[in-house]
């Protein structure tokens, strides 16, 4: 049997090749430099972002600064790796800033109140986080409420408990040495940005090389089609949400390590700017579509355009405009590349 | 049918094309386009996906612009402004994926943007007098304040035209207005259609399905890659000449059914039953056998594939594969049981639209260890199920949604193909692609049934099934009417136990 359907074998094969040759090379090139365009475009508007504010701001290419915005983006970029997931399987996260939020609380009330090496509170943290992601993904699956109710209503109850948990009282009284997660720097490089490379490569790798990662792609794109071809859909969502918890939970850490403490009301609105990052990088909210480097590159976008506007002494209040303005232009410039390239068929 | 008998094609005609032509980057979609189209004919365009008749629709009802040539209405040639104006002008357009609101009745959504008013507020009585008025021109005798999403979608059509009647329309164009009716309700449109063009409206109708076109067409105009072949009565044309006009060659036959040794049962089905929906089903399909599954619509036919591959649960039956009992759960426990399914509707249950080609073959079986893709393997699958199904596209990592029907469903064929399907359901296979592309899907339906398959082919187009089928199973109200053999079939024998006509002893 093995043998033969191997051998299904075309009849007319040249025809077919035939009718390829004059569609293909020149459409070919034009997809392929559209795709090289796009994902050039963010790219290019950072660089462009970058190149104006050294012009404008002697201070913006230093070393420190751009130390500065590396690890000011770490936490939210890290975030912002595990929306991508979330939202190519067309879902959304609500919760990440409470679930930052709370990680940062207990893991830093673990590395206070006990004596464990600060690493390990990292690492509570981080699980706690992953605990969070597993009661919104169970509650996706299992009970069925959308993802946008099941991760509002965590909103609300991982901040409640980030407020239980010490009576909305800031932990304090942690090793200096904590610091260095969110601060340090080895030989010169800073270590948030070894953590972000780690990561990022990590996600990288996940989505475009594994099973999970396929798997997002096709549950967001057409989940009954994903169903069909034999995907568990509950089992693929329920990792997805534990990893976004987990990453939020490691960011909460890295968020605490950079203020050493821990503080209740971190992450509030952090939801929208990882949401914004993930959707500038190119990810679409109706599912199928995102890349990690995307999404790295719309989340330093973000954190350049704040850091350029404090440098410049502009209104801080504008700069929440002009971010908003900046997710309008992505979108819209995605959308009008989409629909040319599809109307060519 | 109409009322442009041969003595009249002289007189003005409602819409004149001349020279029209549409550019879109790198494609030459209509090309040097001139037709005319006069009051109270049905006028079909044929041809295959990408021939551009859907361009030429969106040109006349001005969703696009042309890139040159002038469209003249009643001699008046006019200017592009959109889709109002050409509704302004009687050019209406019901669409094969239906326009309508679903949570507005069916009043507000004949009357939607153009709400009577009688000082600033809805004159809501008026409004369902003259839907109701409307619906009875479409042979539709329901209760315009009902909700659109209650209808059936033969009905949700019927409203669309009902629309276009009450814009005052003199050209009706209709894409594929058959696509997802039953029997009954083709009937009841086309009867519909009789009554307009006896009211001097002109039908514009874009159709795959020839005996269709042989029916309702009082002249047909042929179109392939984007240029306008030929225009005839239809009394000079036949089918085999039709063929030729789209496809631009001979087809010898449209259904290549190979001739095959038939060996032991594969799969057998026990007693299937859902609450409602399936009672007691019990089948058996041999390797190398073609076994047709028919019914109305709504007669079990595709929930009866669904159960077997459990893609819908079920409350009792058993189902066996060479000898041996299964316990499957879920379509993951059917796929590795060695069972497929190749969903009715492709884009809904079976395409992943923003992924690419080789990422929807390898769907169903990715290549992979320990969780981790082999891309490298992924890549030389999709290259040799290219190459073997005749998927035409340009990469193979092109998005499956720029390309045709045909090919889509190919994609499909060759996702399940790499499983390595024992049993493969094929639900209406052939559903919104062109004549070409449904031989070919044949032609590799008959193949992998001599490679020792054992296929399962579920369509409403009974030619397909008396001619590729060695068995066909008639479902009717979720029971088996009953199984013919090649020598019994007829398609009135698949009516009589199809509908429950008392005549089938007879026959």
Request: hydrophobic share 45%.
């Amino acid at each position: 049997m093995k043998e033969t359907v191997k051998s299904t074998a075309g009849v007319g094969l040249d025809q077919a090749k035939e009718q390829e040759a004059h569609v293909s090379f020149a459409r070919r090139l034009r997809e392929r430099l559209a795709d090289i365009v796009a994902q050039l475009t963010a790219a290019g508007a950072l660089i462009v972002v970058c190149i104006v504010f050294s012009i404008a701001s002697p201070d913006f290419l230093t070393f420190n600064n751009l130390f500065n915005i590396i690890s000011q983006t770490t936490v939210t970029a890290v975030i912002a790796i595990g929306m991508t997931f979330v939202i190519i399987s067309a879902g959304i996260d609500l919760s990440v800033g409470s679930t930052a939020a709370l990680g940062g609380m207990l893991g830093t009330l673990i590395i206070s109140r006990t004596n464990v090496s600060w690493p390990l509170g990292v690492l509570g943290g981080t699980l706690v986080g992953g605990g969070i992601g597993l009661v919104n993904g169970l509650l996706i699956t299992k009970a069925r409420l959308s993802p946008f109710i099941t991760t509002l209503g965590m909103m609300s109850v991982a901040r409640g408990l980030v407020y239980l948990s010490t009576g909305a009282v800031a932990v304090y009284s942690l090793p200096d040495s904590f610091a260095l997660l969110g601060e340090g720097s080895i030989d010169g490089i800073s270590i948030p940005l070894i953590v972000l490379v780690v990561v990022a490569v990590l996600a990288y790798f996940l989505l475009t090389r594994t099973r999970l990662g396929r798997h997002a792609y096709a549950i967001g794109s057409n989940p009954e089609a994903a169903r069909l071809s034999g995907i568990s859909i509950a089992f693929t969502l329920i990792v997805i949400y534990v990893l976004q918890g987990l990453l939020a939970g490691f960011g909460g850490m890295i968020a605490s390590s950079r203020v050493v403490s821990g503080q209740p009301n971190f992450g509030i609105g952090l939801e929208l700017d990882v949401i914004a990052a993930t959707v500038i990088g190119g990810a679409s909210l109706f599912g199928g579509q995102g890349t990690i480097i995307g999404t790295l590159i719309g989340a330093f976008l973000i954190a350049v355009i704040r850091n350029g506007a404090v440098l410049l002494n502009i209104n801080e209040f504008y700069q929440e405009v002009i971010i908003g303005g900046v997710i309008w232009l992505a979108v819209y410039w995605d959308q009008f590349r989409r629909r040319r390239l599809s109307s060519v068929s | 049918m109409g009322v442009a008998g041969e003595g009249e094609v002289h007189r003005q005609p409602i819409v004149r094309l001349q020279n029209i032509t549409k550019r879109f980057p790198g494609v030459l979609a209509v090309d040097e386009v001139s037709l005319d189209i006069y009051p109270g004919e049905v006028h079909v365009v044929a041809g295959e996906n990408g021939a551009g008749k859907s361009t030429l629709m969106k040109l006349l009802s001005q969703v696009e612009r042309p890139t040159k040539g002038t469209i003249s209405i009643n001699g008046q040639p006019v200017h592009f402004s959109g889709p109002q104006y050409a509704q302004s002008l009687g050019i209406s357009m019901v669409y094969q994926e239906f326009a309508l609101a679903p949570h507005l009745s069916i009043a507000q959504n004949i009357f939607l943007g153009r709400e009577p008013a009688r000082l600033g507020f809805i004159d809501r009585r008026g409004e369902v007098r003259h839907a109701r008025e409307l619906l009875r021109r479409v042979g539709l005798n329901i209760d315009p304040r009902r909700f659109v999403s209650g209808l059936s979608v033969a009905e949700q059509q019927r409203v669309e035209i009902a629309k276009a009647l009450s814009l005052d329309a003199k050209l009706v164009i209709m894409d594929e207005p058959t696509a997802t009716l039953t029997g009954q309700e083709i009937e009841e449109l086309f009867d519909v259609i009789r009554n307009l063009t006896a009211k001097g409206i002109a039908i514009l109708y874009i159709s795959h399905r020839l005996d269709e076109i042989f029916r309702i067409a009082d002249r047909v105009t042929v179109m392939r890659d984007g240029q306008l072949i030929a225009t005839l009565p239809r009394a000079d044309i036949d089918e085999k000449k039709l063929i030729r006009l789209m496809v631009g060659r001979d087809i010898a036959n449209l259904y290549p059914k190979p001739v095959t040794a038939i060996g032991d049962v594969v799969l057998r089905v026990e007693g299937i039953a859902r609450a409602h929906v399936l009672h007691d089903c019990s089948f058996e399909v041999r390797a190398g056998e073609i076994l047709g599954f028919a019914g109305l619509v709504g007669a079990g036919r595709t929930e009866l594939a669904r159960a077997v591959f459990r893609a819908d649960h079920i409350d009792a039956g058993t189902i066996w594969l060479d000898g041996r009992r299964l316990s499957i759960k879920s379509p993951d426990d059917a796929i590795d049981a060695g069972i497929g399914y190749l969903t009715e509707d492709r884009k809904k249950d079976g395409l992943a639209l923003t992924l690419g080609v080789h990422q929807n073959i390898t769907l169903a079986n990715l290549p992979a260890f320990a969780g981790i893709l082999n891309l490298g393997q992924e890549k030389r699958i999709a290259v040799r199920a290219r190459d073997q199904l005749r998927i035409r596209t340009p990469s193979i990592q092109r998005r499956v949604n720029l390309l045709s029907g045909g090919n889509q469903q190919k994609v499909i064929v060759a996702r399940w193909l790499e499983t390595r399907a024992r049993v493969l359901f094929f639900d209406e296979p052939t559903r919104g692609i062109d004549v070409g592309a449904k031989a070919e899907m044949f032609e590799l339906i008959g193949r992998l049934a001599s490679e020792g398959r054992a296929i399962i082919l579920i369509s409403s187009y009974l030619p397909e099934l008396l001619n590729m089928c060695d068995r066909i199973l008639v479902l009717r109200e979720g029971r088996i009417a009953g199984v013919l053999n090649r020598a019994q079939f007829s398609e009135e024998r698949v009516i009589a136990l199809a509908t429950g006509a008392k005549e089938v002893e007879v026959l």
